[in-house]
Structures are given as C-alpha cells and as structure tokens.
C-alpha cells in the first residue's frame, strides 16, 4: 500500500474509460512523525480550527501559541510513540488500508470505473491537495465520506469547511455531494455488533460493556449540535442487537481538554468507579472511531486500563475499531452506492450515456 499523501487510488490501464467520479474519505490526521517537533505543526493546526475551539480568535491564539504549543507536543509526542509502528501511524496506516480495501470493493459494485482517495482534515494528504489532484484527473462528480459515523461540527463540520474552501479555488468544481452521518445505519450497526461478538467469542464476556465516544464541550451540545444525540442512538441500537439492558451496556465520553463541561459521565471516571464498585473485567468499544488510533490504542487500551486496575480492576480489554474488516468495507459500500444514487457510476439503473 503507498504512502497516504500518494494515495488516490489505482490509476488503471490506459484502455480504460475515463474515471469520472470519486469517493474522498476523509480522517482527523496525524503527525508524521511521534516527535514534538513533527506533533506542533499538527496541533497548531487541529486546535487552530475554530470549529474545535471556539473561544474568541484573539484570545485562544495566545493561549494556543503562549502556552499549549510550548508544552502539549511533547506530552503528545511520548503518546504517540507508545503506539508508533515500524509502519507509522496506526491511524493513516489503517486508513490507508480501508481506502485500499473500498477501492477494491467498489470497483467489484459499481457499474463504471470509480477512485477511492484519501484525505486528512488535520495534517497530510489534505482535503483540498487531494481534490484539487482529483480534478486534475478529470474527476467530475465528488462524494465526500468523513469517517466520523457521529456529526459534531468538531469534525464532520470542519469537513464540510474544507471541501467548501477547497472548492472555492477550483474554476470549474466536480459535483458535490457529501455523507453527514451514518450513525445509526443498519449496515454499520451490525458490522460493530458482529465485531464485538466475535471479540467475544474469541476472549470471553467482561461484566459490562462500555461504549466511550469521543467528548465535546457540553455548550456545543446546547447550541444545537446532534453529536450526544447520535452517539446515545448509536448506543441504543448497539444495546437493541446486542439484547443488553442499560446496566450492561453503558455510554461514556473520553478525551476531554481545558476547564469547562464536557459531555458526561466522563471515560476515565466512569472506569474507575465501576473497578471500585467489584466489576473486574470491562469491555470498552469506541463506536465513534472507524479507524484505531491515539485515542483509542493509548487512551483507551492503555492509560484507562492503568485507571482500571488502580481502582482494584482486574483486566480492561479494549474491543478494536472495524479498521479495514470486511463488515465495514461492505457497510461503507453500501453507503456510497446509496448516497452516489443517481450517478451512473454508482447507479446500475442508470439510462447509457447519463451523467
């Protein structure tokens, strides 16, 4: 598999037709290298959108840059070497390897010939270098796949801001569409529920089940963002296949910075309190991450579990993320083939000759 910043997909033989229509799957990002030097510039740029933090620019620029970026890099940079591969980073390597995997399976779907490419929001291969690479291929139709199966402005909507400025530069921009969220998509829902039966029929059953989704300030929660909505419903959905009730299968949210409210009850506290109360094996998913990365590998699997047996736990077993599996190669699929409804590329339907 190449590179992420060369990756768009096979080019094909030259007696093919020509590739029309394109699937740009977009991640957070990662440094490119576990060292402060190479985590500051990603950092300043992840906690410089105004869609993360939106405290007053003037304001959180000197926070940012007069204190953040002077000590966060290398506390992050010891983070990420814990969990750095002889690969790189598990996140790009493993969306790497999805996109690679959704190329293959399109091109097995899809009536005519469709590229898979892959973008970061944060850091390399960015959203607009890869749709402005898109269109000098020729690219004239654009669906936009953000890996967050939630919506929070926090991500999904800073996607969004992406491919809008990107567009703005483009002469003559592909068609547009872009998928806000699959959170409660019936593909996606058995794929994570078949994937932690199976991880259980492999390791055994813990005493709970804990889903741990990533956290936003609970005021973005209360200005309108349906981030807490779709998580709780993706739980309920979870907890519906998996015929748990709600004392075996609770919601947490993780990754917490600064000061203020974040949605509750918090991973870390919600870890140690169960150890306390007698449970002594617990099963942690992460629904809200397509891709296993620093949140979860280190986060999750290591500092939690730490938390876990400080507070008299035995063992904290962290379920891994769907990463390049088949079940969702085939969930985001079937996505694509829905959402690109209407476009021949994706539409078996479609009359010859229809754009």
Not at 10 to 34: E, I, K, R, W, Y
Not at 114 to 129: D, E, F
Not at 294 to 311: C, P, S
Not at 325 to 332: I, N, Y
Request: charged residues 25%.
């Amino acid at each position: 598999m190449p590179r992420s910043h060369d990756y768009t997909g096979p080019a094909g033989d030259s007696d093919d037709p020509p590739v029309q229509a394109a699937v740009l799957l977009v991640n957070l990002g990662t440094p490119d290298a576990p060292t402060a030097q190479a985590v500051r510039p990603y950092l300043a740029e992840f906690l410089g959108d105004a869609r993360v933090i939106d405290y007053p620019r003037w304001l959180w620029w000197l926070v940012l840059h007069g204190v953040i970026l002077r000590v966060r890099p290398a506390r992050s940079a010891h983070a990420y070497q814990r969990i750095w591969t002889a690969q790189g980073s598990p996140l790009r390597v493993g969306s790497e390897a999805l996109a690679g995997r959704l190329q293959e399976e399109l091109s097995r779907r899809c009536p005519r010939p469709v590229r898979v490419a892959l973008a970061m929001r944060y850091g390399q291969p960015s959203v607009p270098q890869q749709i402005e690479r898109l269109q000098r291929e020729g690219i004239r139709r654009l669906l936009v796949l953000p890996l967050y199966p939630q919506y929070s402005a926090t991500s999904t909507g800073s996607v969004i801001d992406a491919v809008a400025d990107a567009m703005k530069s483009l002469r003559w921009p592909p068609e547009l569409r872009i998928v806000n969220d699959y959170h409660a998509d019936a593909a996606h829902i058995e794929a994570l529920a078949a994937s932690i039966e199976r991880w259980w029929a492999t390791h055994g059953r813990g005493e709970r089940l804990l889903l741990s989704f990533h956290g936003i300030p609970e005021r973005y929660a209360a200005a309108g963002d349906p981030y807490a909505d779709q998580c709780h419903a993706t739980a309920r959905a979870l907890r519906e296949r998996l015929q748990l009730d709600e004392s075996s299968l609770l919601v947490s949210f993780q990754s917490r910075v600064g000061r203020e409210r974040w949605l509750q009850p918090y991973t870390d506290t919600t870890v140690r309190a169960l150890a306390a109360s007698g449970v002594k094996r617990l099963d942690v998913a992460c629904p809200g991450f397509s891709v296993d990365c620093l949140e979860t590998l280190e986060e999750i699997a290591m500092q939690n579990h730490d938390f876990f047996r400080e507070a008299g736990g035995d063992a904290l077993r962290y379920i891994p993320a769907l990463n390049d599996t088949p079940a969702q190669v085939d969930s985001l699929a079937r996505l694509v083939l829905r959402h690109g409804g209407g476009w021949a590329e994706f539409d078996a339907g479609s009359a010859p000759g229809q754009p």
